[in-house]
């Protein structure tokens, strides 16, 4: 039996090329197609009509709503119509209404799901500025070093509409944060740390740089991604930064304790103290709060543990060849400095090997 995989297309305000996308899908025998009319205004029912009548043959379903809700909420109507129509489907494909995604690179989304049931499928396309609308090349190239340092999880195109995703993640998906186009980016920080991604080269396709229409404003909907990567980041701080005010106290106080008993060794020792109390409390709240880790709590906390003795020797060594160099500095001054370095590396390496309980992108 062929594994039911229906395609999803939000639209808004299509030209004739979601005709021509429809009329290839079906000449291939594709679908079923779930189209959502996202809020376009009266003078595009004509072609919605036409798109309706396409589908519905195949067994596909239009849904239309005004007004204009987003990019995010379109596909949420959409999941939300499979898992209570389509109880037996594998997943779902979703694809954009302008002309980008052919049928054979649906395809191939469509067959990299049904091989791997259980990944977050990504449409990824080459981009290189002269050959592409600046607006898409702005909107991937800016956030893709963002995506990784933040999700841990290297994606090569963090725009893609072309995306193949399992039924339990979709189901999820629904619920999800986001009603525009940040929610894609959402959709991808689920995906960390919980599904594995695998991307599958496609076609870049644009009619010119001046003709191509995108309904992404790059100011707008670039900051409701970047609030949406900033989220996460914030959390991370939070916890971060308790864990320093913490660790800084126990620091300075064990230092006035310590300094004239122990003159060599007393910024490690006092860096030691206070790292153990401070690092065990960054690791129940990172946890649980931050990375909402599934990892194995032994094999997580004993990650930690090595990232913490690797992070104090480090700071232990540097503040003291610093204070050896430059006798008089101030150590707990230094300390707050070299540490704030070693706290951004240590939030790439928690995310990416820590708390990730997944081995997260095959390409």
């Not at 808004?12 to 025998?29: A, V, W």
């Given at each position: 039996m062929t594994a039911l995989v229906p395609i999803v297309i939000p639209s808004?305000?299509?030209?004739?090329?979601?005709?021509?996308?429809?009329?290839?899908?079906?000449?291939?025998?594709m679908g079923p197609v779930i189209i959502v009319n996202d809020g376009s205004s009266e003078e595009?029912?004509?072609i919605f009509k036409q798109a309706e009548a396409l589908i519905t043959k195949r067994g596909g379903k239009f849904i239309a709503y005004r007004p204009n809700r987003g990019k995010g909420r379109a596909l949420k109507t959409a999941f939300s119509y499979i898992a209570e129509n389509m109880p037996d489907a594998l997943g779902c494909v979703t694809a954009d209404s302008d002309g980008q995604h052919t049928p054979e690179c649906i395809t191939k989304i469509t067959d990299t799901l049904k091989a791997n049931p259980d990944n977050l499928i990504l449409g990824v396309r080459k981009f290189e500025k002269k050959d592409i609308p600046w607006k898409s090349w702005f909107g991937n190239t800016v956030t893709i070093s963002v995506f990784s340092y933040v999700a841990g999880m290297r994606v090569s195109d963090t725009q893609s509409g072309l995306r193949g995703i399992p039924f339990a993640f979709m189901k999820e998906l629904i619920d999800c944060k986001g009603e525009r186009f940040e929610y894609e980016m959402q959709m991808l920080l689920e995906c960390a740390g919980r599904y594995d991604l695998t991307?599958?080269?496609?076609?870049?396709?644009?009619?010119?740089?001046?003709?191509?229409?995108?309904?992404?404003?790059?100011?707008?909907?670039?900051?409701r991604i970047y609030k949406i990567l900033g989220k996460k980041f914030v959390k991370f701080i939070f916890a971060s930064l308790s864990s320093f005010v913490i660790d800084i106290i126990l620091f300075h106080l064990l230092v006035l304790l310590l300094r004239d008993s122990f003159p060599l060794f007393y910024i490690t020792i006092a860096t030691v103290g206070a790292?153990?109390?401070?690092?065990?409390?960054?690791?129940?709240?990172?946890?649980?709060?931050?990375?909402k880790s599934r990892a194995?709590?032994?094999?997580?906390?004993?990650?930690?543990?090595?990232?913490?003795?690797?992070?104090?020797g480090l700071s232990a060594g540097i503040v003291s060849l610093f204070v050896h160099i430059f006798p008089g500095s101030p150590e707990t001054l230094v300390k707050a400095i070299v540490d704030t370095i070693l706290f951004l590396l240590s939030y790439a390496v928690q995310q990416r090997f820590v708390f990730s309980s997944k081995n997260k992108n095959k390409s």
């Open positions: 808004y305000e299509p030209d004739g090329r979601l005709i021509s996308l429809l009329e290839d899908l079906d000449s291939k025998g595009y029912d004509p991307e599958v080269p496609i076609q870049t396709i644009y009619d010119s740089k001046e003709s191509h229409q995108t309904h992404f404003k790059p100011i707008r909907d670039s900051l790292r153990v109390i401070s690092a065990f409390y960054n690791y129940l709240i990172n946890y649980k709060f931050v990375f194995s709590k032994t094999t997580s906390l004993a990650k930690y543990a090595l990232l913490a003795v690797i992070q104090m």
